[in-house]
């Protein structure tokens, strides 16, 4: 049964309910499949009408079971301080009807609000007392969710032994139980300890993981999680570009869901990554604002200090040192020492500046030395690193050579096992294999959607590009040295289909589209894409053909015959309408590739696609023209083609300069 099957099933039980109690019954499952599916305005209204109909009955079992749904759902819309109210009252209900298995479950989810809050002591007091009640009463699953979150709790207090520890241990207890939300949610969380610890290709293996499962599942929550996380890797790795295209994929995610903590956390590291430093400034400023709305104080602190980080390179540094104590401050408070670690050593990178009023090498190298200290005792390697570097420049600088080479040594040493080549290679390598490994496990119905995908592949991708996607590969992007370019657009085509029917109009591209294409295929072209009435082709890549510009003249010749159109598209036409193309080919080198993780397409890039696009736009309606870099290879590959290049002389291009180009025409001989 789908989603939308279920839904309606629901609601028909709340409409044939008999009486109030039934009713509070049927909307409490209805209000529960809601929020499942992220619809929580009217999850809320159905939990709240069965509160007051189970209250009005003295159903206290229906009654704390509405409060429950109700707070869930504060929850997940982050307003924690009404759902910790809820919470409360469910509490009471519970202690009062004496179930234990209840009270455990309200007293972790109490436990969760705090954990939002970065309440840690008050988080770990309710998860304790929630673990002793689900191992006293077997319940292996609440074992396993409490003690996934005890870890996700000693990752904030930068306790990774124990993090681990707890976390290694839910996820077993989840995997003997087979339950898979529960696997995605802790090895996501894995993979977050070992960001903080710079494993990154461990780091890597579980975030492919885990979003592959959260996919798998449907929870876009955890899809927008998970990809957040996998951004941060490449942060760290210090591929930018590719950090942004997740962070910007995990932020529209979290924005379409309503998720206003993950939008904050996002936004900020978005503005991590900006080189632009008023953008990365109205970046991290909103994130802080938003962590300060929601009461997120580690997202507060985070977002402090790189905001502190971002004056520093401005070398603005009394903002800088501002920002960066408060965010000191805060990450005390928490008992972050990781987040303690790194301001200690951005704030004396700072008095390290002889920039700086308040350059003081002394003080500089006291706090660089105990950031050095806290990071070799948490094992997070990046930071060290980045602070041996500052605390070499500072003894170089000082005039202190052989203490600065000690510690550049310490540096090089640690920054090539965190940034190595290899291990770039190896996270690469671990998304790949992942996603094989995945895909090897699939069950047998799997597999039948799996052929299907392959189905659609071979009809959206080139065969042989398809067929790479197939066998593994996931990034692919060739060079092609020479390869040949069509561009084809209607002439006319605008108020020819002004006064078609949109049917009508979707029925001609479709007819002549697919008339282009059984050309395009007979002499071994490619059709790349279509944009609008143009139409793109390319002969030499993906598949490379010695005499592609010979094959490519083949084809934008017969391009060129007289198509005849069905009467359900010329009844629609303007009186004496005559179909023309115009046609504009160059030869050059490319790069082709797929582009997109969802919704693939494969495209071609370089020069030489602009420059075909300039030979069509530049055309005549009828006619073939070619830039003089096609007439030449033309020329060299010979061949039995019954052509004649008409020279048409030199024309301005937009963007190209002076060009020499010529008409493609039949031979008359």
Request: aromatic share 8%; with cysteine; net charge negative.
């Given at each position: 049964?789908?989603?939308?099957?279920?839904?309606?099933?629901?609601?028909a039980?709340?409409?044939?309910?008999?009486?109030?109690?039934?009713?509070?019954?049927?909307?409490?499952?209805?209000?529960?499949?809601?929020?499942?599916?992220?619809?929580?305005?009217?999850?809320?209204?159905?939990?709240?009408?069965?509160?007051?109909?189970?209250?009005?009955?003295?159903?206290?079992?229906?009654?704390?079971?509405?409060?429950?749904?109700?707070?869930?759902?504060?929850?997940?819309?982050?307003?924690?301080?009404?759902?910790?109210?809820?919470?409360?009252?469910?509490l009471?209900?519970?202690?009062?009807?004496?179930?234990?298995?209840?009270?455990?479950?309200?007293?972790?989810?109490?436990?969760?609000?705090?954990?939002?809050?970065?309440?840690?002591?008050?988080?770990?007091?309710?998860?304790?007392?929630?673990?002793?009640?689900?191992?006293e009463?077997?319940?292996?699953?609440?074992?396993?969710?409490?003690?996934?979150?005890?870890?996700?709790?000693?990752?904030?207090?930068?306790?990774?032994?124990?993090?681990?520890?707890?976390?290694?241990?839910?996820?077993?207890?989840?995997?003997?139980?087979?339950?898979?939300?529960?696997?995605?949610?802790?090895?996501?969380?894995?993979?977050?300890?070992?960001?903080?610890?710079?494993?990154?290709?461990?780091?890597?293996?579980?975030?492919?993981?885990?979003?592959?499962?959260?996919?798998?599942?449907?929870?876009?929550?955890?899809?927008?999680?998970?990809?957040?996380?996998?951004?941060?890797?490449y942060?760290?790795?210090?591929?930018?570009?590719?950090?942004?295209?997740?962070?910007?994929?995990?932020?529209?995610?979290?924005?379409?869901?309503?998720?206003?903590?993950?939008?904050?956390?996002?936004?900020?590291?978005?503005?991590?990554?900006?080189?632009?430093?008023?953008?990365?400034?109205?970046?991290?400023?909103?994130?802080?604002?938003?962590?300060?709305?929601?009461?997120n104080?580690?997202?507060?602190?985070r977002?402090?200090?790189?905001?502190?980080?971002?004056?520093?390179?401005?070398?603005?540094?009394?903002?800088?040192?501002?920002?960066?104590?408060?965010?000191?401050?805060?990450?005390?408070?928490?008992?972050?020492?990781?987040?303690?670690?790194?301001?200690?050593?951005?704030?004396?990178?700072?008095?390290?500046?002889?920039?700086?009023?308040?350059?003081?090498?002394?003080?500089?190298?006291?706090?660089?030395?105990q950031?050095?200290?806290?990071?070799?005792?948490?094992?997070?390697?990046?930071?060290?690193?980045?602070?041996?570097?500052?605390?070499?420049?500072?003894?170089?600088?000082?005039?202190?050579?052989?203490?600065?080479?000690?510690?550049?040594?310490?540096?090089?040493?640690?920054?090539?096992?965190?940034?190595?080549?290899e291990?770039?290679?190896?996270?690469?390598?671990?998304?790949?294999?992942?996603?094989?490994?995945?895909?090897?496990?699939?069950?047998?119905?799997?597999?039948?959607?799996?052929?299907?995908?392959?189905?659609?592949?071979?009809?959206?991708?080139?065969?042989?590009?398809?067929?790479?996607?197939?066998?593994?590969?996931?990034?692919?992007?060739?060079?092609?040295?020479?390869?040949?370019?069509?561009?084809?657009?209607?002439?006319?085509?605008?108020?020819?289909?002004?006064?078609?029917p949109?049917?009508?109009?979707?029925?001609?591209?479709?007819?002549?589209?697919?008339?282009?294409?059984?050309?395009?295929?007979?002499?071994?072209?490619?059709?790349?894409?279509?944009?609008?009435?143009?139409?793109?082709?390319?002969?030499?890549?993906?598949?490379?053909?010695?005499?592609?510009?010979?094959?490519?003249?083949?084809?934008?010749?017969?391009?060129?015959?007289?198509?005849?159109?069905?009467?359900?598209?010329?009844?629609?036409?303007?009186?004496n309408?005559e179909?023309?193309?115009?046609?504009?080919?160059?030869?050059?080198?490319?790069?082709?590739?797929?582009?997109?993780?969802?919704?693939?397409?494969?495209?071609?890039?370089?020069?030489?696609?602009?420059?075909a696009?300039?030979?069509?736009?530049?055309?005549?309606?009828?006619?073939?023209?070619?830039?003089?870099e096609?007439?030449?290879?033309?020329?060299?590959?010979?061949?039995?083609?019954?052509?004649?290049?008409?020279?048409?002389?030199?024309?301005?291009?937009?963007?190209?300069?002076?060009?020499?180009?010529?008409?493609?025409?039949?031979?008359?001989?």
């Amino acid at each position: 049964m789908n989603s939308d099957e279920t839904l309606t099933n629901l609601r028909a039980a709340v409409a044939a309910a008999a009486t109030p109690a039934e009713r509070a019954g049927a909307l409490n499952q209805l209000a529960e499949e809601l929020e499942r599916q992220g619809e929580y305005a009217e999850s809320l209204a159905a939990a709240e009408e069965a509160q007051s109909l189970a209250k009005e009955v003295g159903d206290g079992a229906a009654e704390a079971e509405a409060l429950r749904l109700q707070g869930i759902i504060h929850a997940q819309r982050e307003e924690y301080s009404t759902a910790l109210l809820l919470f409360e009252e469910e509490l009471q209900l519970h202690e009062e009807l004496g179930g234990r298995a209840s009270v455990a479950r309200v007293v972790s989810n109490i436990g969760n609000v705090y954990m939002r809050l970065s309440e840690y002591p008050k988080t770990l007091e309710c998860f304790s007392r929630a673990l002793l009640l689900y191992e006293e009463l077997g319940e292996r699953s609440g074992v396993a969710r409490v003690m996934g979150n005890i870890g996700t709790v000693y990752q904030n207090l930068s306790e990774y032994p124990k993090a681990l520890e707890y976390l290694s241990n839910a996820l077993a207890i989840y995997e003997e139980l087979g339950e898979r939300s529960g696997i995605a949610l802790v090895t996501g969380n894995i993979g977050n300890v070992y960001l903080h610890l710079s494993e990154y290709p461990k780091a890597l293996e579980s975030y492919m993981h885990a979003l592959a499962m959260h996919e798998e599942l449907g929870d876009r929550s955890g899809v927008a999680r998970v990809v957040s996380n996998i951004g941060n890797v490449y942060t760290y790795l210090s591929e930018y570009p590719k950090a942004l295209e997740y962070y910007t994929r995990a932020l529209a995610l979290h924005e379409e869901l309503g998720e206003r903590s993950g939008v904050a956390i996002v936004t900020g590291n978005i503005g991590t990554v900006l080189s632009d430093y008023a953008k990365a400034l109205e970046y991290l400023s909103r994130a802080l604002a938003l962590h300060e709305e929601l009461g997120n104080r580690t997202g507060v602190a985070r977002a402090t200090g790189s905001i502190g980080a971002v004056y520093a390179d401005l070398s603005e540094y009394p903002k800088a040192l501002e920002y960066y104590t408060r965010a000191l401050a805060l990450h005390e408070e928490l008992g972050d020492r990781t987040g303690v670690a790194r301001v200690t050593g951005n704030i004396g990178l700072l008095y390290s500046q002889q920039a700086f009023a308040e350059y003081n090498p002394t003080k500089a190298e006291e706090l660089l030395q105990q950031a050095i200290a806290l990071n070799e005792e948490l094992g997070t390697k990046q930071n060290l690193y980045v602070t041996h570097q500052a605390l070499a420049e500072l003894y170089e600088q000082e005039g202190r050579f052989e203490e600065a080479l000690t510690y550049f040594k310490k540096f090089h040493e640690v920054q090539e096992e965190v940034q190595s080549e290899e291990a770039k290679k190896k996270a690469i390598q671990v998304e790949q294999q992942r996603q094989i490994a995945e895909m090897e496990k699939r069950t047998a119905a799997e597999r039948a959607r799996a052929k299907a995908t392959e189905e659609l592949l071979h009809k959206t991708l080139p065969p042989s590009i398809a067929d790479r996607m197939i066998s593994g590969e996931r990034q692919i992007a060739d060079r092609f040295d020479s390869a040949s370019i069509l561009f084809a657009d209607v002439v006319g085509f605008t108020p020819m289909t002004a006064q078609m029917p949109a049917s009508a109009v979707l029925e001609f591209m479709n007819f002549v589209f697919a008339h282009f294409d059984s050309i395009a295929a007979k002499h071994g072209c490619e059709r790349i894409k279509t944009i609008g009435d143009g139409y793109m082709a390319a002969c030499g890549a993906p598949i490379e053909y010695a005499d592609h510009a010979e094959r490519i003249a083949r084809m934008a010749m017969e391009m060129l015959e007289d198509v005849a159109l069905p009467a359900s598209i010329t009844e629609h036409l303007p009186p004496n309408t005559e179909f023309e193309i115009r046609i504009g080919l160059h030869t050059g080198s490319i790069t082709g590739g797929v582009i997109g993780t969802g919704k693939l397409a494969y495209d071609i890039y370089g020069d030489a696609v602009n420059t075909a696009s300039r030979m069509e736009s530049h055309g005549e309606a009828g006619k073939i023209h070619v830039s003089e870099e096609f007439a030449e290879e033309l020329r060299r590959s010979g061949g039995e083609l019954s052509i004649t290049l008409e020279e048409r002389g030199e024309l301005t291009i937009k963007g190209k300069g002076t060009l020499r180009t010529y008409f493609l025409n039949p031979s008359t001989k």
